[in-house]
């Protein structure tokens, strides 16, 4: 199928407008994300509804903390990425090709069967990079909105300005990845411009997108205090004091089998570091048996207190702290 978001150029090449790569494409070559072709000068998109993955998720798993906190997510993921991170947990289906991959075939009408089969609120576009799968997540968050389900991305938030703007009225949240806080990291270990990132979040968040950050914290690689404080001020600064921040847990994975998992220790620390610079929502991942609490900004009331993930309690009414009435950052 005809792909989006491209240019022609000299000798039947194309450049590619999708994501910050901006690759440039030989005739009958593809982009860094191998899922894009050029064939005869034009460019085409291989997995327009081919999914690898399909599952019923928290949407506690995504991760959203202030999105229908409770609810389900019916999730799909298909082949490739953008990104090389050399510690991807899905590298088997980011770094797949798509001839070699077992993929089944579906339609928009298909994920909106499933989806009110299934009686879910949304359907999230996960697993791996949703922005290279972009004709068809386009298409089906279109129509999931035409019939009132909501649209997730969890994405590494490599996406152009563009073709954000034109999804953003069908695209309800995003989970972005801000992966490190130098464009050394994001160049060694991700393969990828931190820049972009950080436009695409401040980006989505004026267009009225739902945000939540995700820093996974790794060991020796993006884990310094001066980087995470830069980080924290940023979140501030240039998206809200409110948006929620997960800092999670690395474990070991793919090309980054030599470095440990994240202590616990300095999970808490980035924790506490976002909390007395002024983050209301700071949240701790991949670690079970640490309490997982919302609190009202305002009061200090629990509001929601989660297990793993599932939500215990949720005594948040109609946006609002049950107690003191202030808003609470997020859709409930
Ligand atoms: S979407 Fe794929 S082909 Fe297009 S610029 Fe990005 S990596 Fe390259």
């Given amino acids: 199928m005809r792909a989006l978001f491209w240019e022609k150029k000299e000798n039947n090449t194309v450049r590619c407008n999708l994501c910050n790569h901006h690759c440039i494409i030989q005739e009958g070559k593809r982009g860094i994300c191998g899922v894009r072709e050029n064939r005869d000068g034009e460019l085409h998109t291989l997995i327009y509804g081919l999914y690898s993955s399909?599952?019923?998720?928290p949407i506690e798993k995504k991760p959203l903390y202030h999105f229908y906190p409770g609810s389900e997510i019916l999730s799909y993921g298909t082949v490739g990425c953008n990104f090389k991170c050399l510690h991807c947990q899905n590298y088997t289906i980011s770094q797949a090709n798509v001839?070699?991959?077992y993929l089944e075939k579906?339609?928009?009408?298909?994920?909106l069967g499933l989806a009110k089969r299934y009686k879910v609120p949304g359907v999230a576009w996960t697993y791996n990079e949703p922005t290279i799968w972009y004709e068809?997540?386009?298409?089906?968050?279109?129509?999931?909105?035409?019939?009132?389900?909501?649209?997730?991305?969890v994405t590494n938030g490599y996406i152009e300005k563009e073709p954000l703007k034109r999804i953003a009225p069908y695209l309800d949240a995003m989970n972005i990845d801000v992966k490190g806080f130098t464009e050394e990291f994001y160049a060694k270990v991700v393969h990828g411009r931190l820049k972009p990132v950080l436009e695409t979040c401040e980006l989505a968040y004026h267009l009225g997108i739902h945000i939540e950050i995700t820093y996974l914290v790794i060991p020796r690689h993006n884990d310094n205090e001066r980087e995470l404080v830069e980080f924290v001020n940023w979140v501030k600064e240039k998206l809200s004091p409110e948006v929620p921040v997960h800092f999670t847990r690395f474990h070991p994975d793919y090309e980054l089998m030599d470095v440990p998992p994240t202590p616990l220790a300095t999970l808490k620390k980035a924790?506490?570091?976002a909390k007395d610079i002024g983050l209301a929502n700071v949240y701790i991942g991949n670690v079970w048996g640490e309490p997982d609490i919302t609190y009202c900004p305002k009061c200090n009331e629990i509001l929601i207190e989660r297990e793993?993930?599932?939500?215990?309690?949720?005594k948040i009414k109609d946006g609002?702290?049950?107690?003191?009435k202030e808003k609470i950052f997020g859709r409930f």
């Fill in 271 to 273: 924790f506490r570091m």
């Fill in 106 to 111: 579906t339609t928009p009408e298909g994920v």
């Fill in 320 to 324: 609002k702290c049950s107690k003191c």
């Fill in 99 to 101: 001839e070699n991959s």
């Fill in 54 to 57: 399909v599952a019923i998720d």
């Fill in 136 to 153: 068809f997540t386009h298409d089906c968050s279109k129509l999931l909105h035409e019939h009132g389900i909501k649209s997730v991305y």
């Fill in 308 to 314: 793993g993930f599932s939500v215990v309690y949720n």
